[in-house]
Nanobody, 122 residues
Framework: QVTLVESGGGLVPPGGSLRLSCAAS????????MGWSRQAPGKLRELVAF???????NYADSVKGRFTISRDSAKNTVYLQMNSLKPEDTAVYYC????????????????WGQGTQVTVSS
């Protein structure tokens, strides 16, 4: 079992920056991945970025060039540095963790944090 705890959300003006942190407890088999999803009111949840245990990163087109995901395996922590924030980035951000499934050939996103609110507004 994996438990994820996010921190770092808040209110920031357009163009500002925030860094989200997610501390994971428990262990996962490899290969695995940790990432961040977000959900705005009335919209579907969107996986915005993830990083694999091998160090590969992936970003949604909506955040490429503005967000950077990183992972400290020694601390079992994943970070999301968000720069040049826009009002449309306003959402609840969730930390996710996944184990790669040989059966499906995909990462199974089975673990979720409680979420942290990010609001971009002047």
């Amino acid at each position: 079992q994996v438990t994820l705890v996010e921190s770092g959300g808040g209110l920031v003006p357009p163009g500002g920056s925030l860094r989200l942190s997610c501390a994971a407890s428990g262990s996962m088999s490899s290969p695995n991945a940790m990432g961040w999803s977000r959900q705005a009111p009335g919209k579907l949840r969107e996986l915005v970025a993830f990083v694999t245990s091998g160090g590969t990163t992936n970003y949604a087109d909506s955040v490429k060039g503005r967000f950077t995901i990183s992972r400290d395996s020694a601390k079992n922590t994943v970070y999301l540095q968000m720069n040049s924030l826009k009002p449309e980035d306003t959402a609840v951000y969730y930390c996710n963790a996944a184990v790669f499934s040989d059966l499906s050939g995909e990462y199974e996103w089975d673990y979720w944090g409680q979420g942290t609110q990010v609001t971009v507004s002047s």
